[in-house]
């Protein structure tokens, strides 16, 4: 059974950065694509950001130029860097591999 575990969320004011981290369970993690995805209060959860095996990657709308998803397979590790955030980006943020979901860490952007 996979385990994805996230950390490095927190409360940031805007304009701040923070970077997520997400640590896989598995070797076959360095095989497959990985995304993550957020949920805010009374929203849907959203696709963020993706990057295959290979390292291509790519970015909702609303986070391009401003995240940057990246992987370390040695390590079975995936990051999402974050900077000049809003408001906006308060949400929870979990990461997602093609069999499992992460627990999820929070983001709060203070204005």
């Known amino acids: 059974q996979v385990q994805l575990v996230e950390s490095g969320g927190g409360l940031v004011q805007a304009g701040g950065s923070l970077r997520l981290s997400c640590t896989a369970s598995?070797?076959?993690?360095?095989?497959?694509?990985m995304a993550w995805y957020r949920q805010a209060p009374g929203k849907q959860r959203e696709l963020v950001a993706t990057i295959t095996s290979g390292g291509s990657t790519n970015y909702a709308e609303s986070v391009k130029g401003r995240f940057a998803i990246s992987r370390d397979n040695a390590k079975n590790t995936m990051y999402l860097q974050m900077s000049s955030l809003k408001p906006e980006d308060t949400a929870v943020y979990y990461c997602k591999a093609p069999m499992a979901w992460g627990q999820g860490t929070q983001v709060t952007v203070s204005s």
């Open positions: 598995t070797s076959i993690f360095r095989i497959i694509t």
